[in-house]
């Protein structure tokens, strides 16, 4: 199982931080490093600062969001960075969130899968050279008939694409169709929930689960208290099940329900009539247990044979700390833990 981390830095303008954090990672043997966008810089930038002087780590966006670019921009972008970095870049995508695609983008948060499934179509198509034509139920490209069909001017390459998705039908068609899955919300012990679905789609089309990368974004916090540091962790869900949504839909409430915490419903009512406190305290201490790497070093290591034993290819690992060099050290100290846990397969 490999590590990887989100992109930190010192300040939100302290690029050059964030660079010499990049490096040291890549020395340290992290396998790759993640930008996200969501309502702040976009992803992809952040990772062309990056790609000339780094040359092993792997560089991914988590998320670019599906509806923010055309699908034209979208591959020209992603095919930039890949030749940037030798073809080490990632193409993380995912659908983000109503809140996020109509309150800040501007954009309707309408068919998302479908949307989905066009976007990443249309890049296979520009990423194979060859001249553009779909016909889909949200995109036409040519957009008029008279119009002459056009080829990227950037030359053919394969892009490796994820896909967070978190239901069903996201699932399968992150199987069916890409090559790695961003698995938000995941808890090994009932990681079932969502690698079924991610199995019938991979199957569906010949395929199987060996065929996508399986990564779990988790945060990594040491402190010999692990339930007051549980409890912290837990507390900051509310606002993911009560804000990350809409009053009649949020896909991070579904996916946790459907792993049988069906008191995270509760949570999201309360948190919409405004009780933030009671809702705070309603989330099961269980699920930052389960979703993060927390506590002392035996901890650690027993969460991390938890998502191994699960099945997942890496972690994407979000450090705590006031400073890249505390975040750092942290990040050494989990590759030691996690070589020793590899090391018990080998052995």
């Known amino acids: 199982m490999r590590i990887g981390v989100g992109l930190h830095r010192n300040a939100p303008d302290d690029w050059e931080s964030a660079l010499a954090f990049a490096l040291e990672a890549e020395r340290l043997g992290a396998d790759s490093i993640w930008s996200g966008e969501a309502w702040g810089f976009d992803g992809a930038t952040q990772l062309a600062y990056l790609a000339s002087q780094t040359s092993t780590i792997r560089l991914g966006t988590s998320i670019m969001k599906i509806g923010a670019r055309s699908p034209a921009l979208t591959a020209g972008t992603a095919m930039a960075l890949a030749s940037m970095t030798n073809d080490r870049f990632v193409l993380g995508l995912g659908t983000s969130t109503p809140q996020i695609m109509e309150a800040w983008d501007g954009v309707a948060f309408d068919r998302p899968i479908r949307r989905s499934r066009e976007l990443i179509e249309i890049i296979r198509l520009v990423e194979s050279g ?40 996201n699932l399968r068609m992150t199987g069916e169709l890409c090559d790695g899955w961003i698995g938000n919300c995941f808890v090994p012990e009932t990681g079932h929930a969502f690698l079924d679905h991610l199995r019938a789609g991979a199957e569906s089309v010949g395929r199987s689960l060996d065929d996508l990368e399986l990564q779990v974004p988790v945060t990594l916090e040491f402190d010999d208290d692990l339930d007051a540091l549980a409890k912290r962790h837990a507390v900051g869900f509310a606002f993911t099940f009560g804000a990350m949504g809409e009053p009649n839909r949020n896909f991070y409430v579904e996916a946790f329900a459907r792993q049988g915490y069906e008191e995270v419903r509760e949570v999201h009512r309360l948190w919409i009539n405004g009780q933030r406190a009671e809702a705070q305290d309603l989330v099961p201490v269980e699920i930052a247990h389960r979703t993060n790497l927390l506590g002392d070093d035996e901890n650690i290591k027993v969460r991390l044979r938890a998502y191994r034993d699960a099945g997942i290819d890496s972690l994407r690992v979000g450090l705590r700390g006031d400073t890249i060099d505390e975040m750092l050290n942290d990040l050494g100290r989990l590759l030691d833990l996690n070589a020793a846990v590899e090391a018990e397969v080998a052995a």
């Open 130 to 169: 060859e001249r553009v034509v779909y016909n889909g139920e949200v995109h036409q490209i040519p957009l008029r008939d008279e119009l002459r069909p056009m080829r990227t001017r950037a030359g053919a390459r394969r892009l490796p694409i994820y896909v967070a998705s978190v239901g069903p039908q």
